[in-house]
């Protein structure tokens, strides 16, 4: 009685999402379900689906009469795995699209009906090519502080790159004189990079002396600390190559990625 009244509804929020959100909020993702503590990743939930369904022919097929049937949840479930499984299979990406799309269109939540239409155009047309996304995150790149830009340097480490190498890099921004901003040490320690303000540390294997706004830039992936460096616009006191040991071992930024698929 309570939902069938109009300003109840679901058209923005919806019941089954919110509840399983409130439950995650006080008591985590575990429904204590030992079976869910440790779950293959969907590929090889997926593969191992489709050999139990008799291969995926099979399954296809049966998801297919499913799909006849209406019920498309059931189909979006199956095929998941299916496409999870052999992603360049045509025939599982155009059937998931088609059962995404009928939930979409049966979604009295809006959050929901551009979930379900989002996966489809991807099973269609491939992930999103986001330029203009790309011109967006460098101008919030440009908003960072020198803290929150050694964050996401470090959340790009190649760990597996990186090896066993520790290096301690100072840094001094000028266009930061006198604040606490001025002065930093990055350190790359058990893999993991860390960052201290406002000092020094006379162990460092270089100091490197810049702008903020150019370390913005270098991040932005609108220059390169090779080229600032032959320009003379970084100094470098110190080993170099120190330098080179972190910022050569980042991982390339994408602004588009797959989600219901690899």
Known sequence: EFLAQEH?????????????????????????????LHKYPPSEVGKRYVELAGGMETLLDHAQRAFDAGDYRWVAELVNHAVFADPTNERARH?????????????????????????????REGPPRLTQGARRARSMIRA????????????????ESIGGVGVVVNWRFTDMSGTPDERWVLGLSNRTLYATRGKHDAGASVTVTLTRELLLAIVSQDT?????????????????????SIFGNLEETTAGFPIVEP
């Open 95 to 123: 059937l998931q699209a088609d059962a995404l799309e009928q939930l979409g269109y049966q979604s009295e939540s809006s959050t929901f009906r551009n979930a379900y239409l989002m996966g489809t155009k991807e099973l």
């Open 8 to 36: 109840t509804r679901g058209f923005y929020g919806d019941l089954v999402h919110n509840v399983k959100a409130v439950y995650q909020r006080y008591l985590s993702w575990y429904d204590a379900n030992p079976a869910n």
């Open 224 to 244: 390169t600390f090779v080229d600032e460096i032959g320009k003379g616009t970084i100094v470098l006191d110190g080993d170099g190559a120190a330098l080179l």
């Open 144 to 159: 960072m502080t020198i803290e929150q830009v050694f964050d996401t340097i470090g959340v790009r480490i190649k760990a």
